[in-house]
């Protein structure tokens, strides 16, 4: 199983909105509605932020949106603020195994 | 608080074994399906191992046959006994656990680092 493609990186100003694209195939992202994302900050654990396509954990700022397209997930944050800095991955169920995205770090400017 | 506790990490030499401990409180572990998932240093994550309630295990082609997971419920407790260790396999392991057939992770251990090198 190859990994799900991410940009290696995205940035935008305080405020703006940022999108992180995660391509797999039809096998993975395009067959389940199971793709997650996590956050990871510099030293730390990955985080939950987004479960089944588009569902947030309690906890998890209204900001972050998830939504899915055919074999591409998305992830949207939304009025971004400086401590949304951090390595985002999203992840894929696929038939008994989970496949992860190459990950994306974004910059607050 | 919900914490997952990792150990068992360090030093070995190509070919050799470890056995990682995750020891977990502040949920009820016996109705989480667990896993490790491990990062290598400066690089991605990448799922490693899953261990259902229903005793089902699974693993990807980079470690099957070389990694057993298991559980002992009674002592709330996660392993992963890992033998004839590549330098590929160097990364932090994290001991992470899924709610009962919900597919996806959470939550997460600190991460105990493996190295694999001569």
């Known amino acids: 199983q190859s990994a799900l493609t991410q940009p290696r990186s995205v940035s935008g100003s305080p405020g703006q909105s940022v999108t992180i694209s995660c391509t797999g195939t039809s096998s993975d992202v395009g067959y389940y509605n199971y793709v997650s994302w996590y956050q990871q900050r510099p030293g730390k654990a990955p985080q939950l932020m987004i479960y089944?396509?588009?569902k947030r954990p309690s906890g998890v700022p209204d900001r972050f949106s998830g939504s899915k397209s055919g074999n591409t997930a998305s992830l949207t944050i939304s009025g971004l603020q400086a401590e949304d800095e951090a390595d985002y991955y999203c992840?894929?169920?696929?038939?008994?195994?989970?496949?992860f995205g190459t990950g994306t770090k974004v910059t607050v400017l | 608080e919900v914490q997952l506790v990792e150990s068992g990490g360090g030093l070995v030499q190509p070919g050799g074994s470890l056995r990682l401990s995750c020891v977990v409180s502040g949920f009820t572990f016996s109705i989480y399906d667990m896993h490790w998932v491990r990062q290598p240093p400066g690089k991605g994550l990448e799922w490693v191992s899953a261990?259902?309630?229903?005793?089902?295990?699974h693993y990807p082609g980079s470690v099957k046959g070389r990694f057993t997971i298991s559980r002992e419920n009674g002592k709330n407790s996660l392993y992963l006994q890992m033998n004839s260790l590549r330098v590929e396999d160097t990364a932090v392991y994290y001991c992470v656990g899924e709610p009962i057939g919900n597919n996806w992770f959470d939550p997460w251990g600190q991460g105990t680092l493996v190295t694999v090198s001569s």
């Open positions: 992840c894929s169920y696929a038939d008994s195994s989970y496949v």
């Open positions: 089944d396509v588009n």
């Open positions: 261990l259902t309630t229903a005793g089902d295990t």
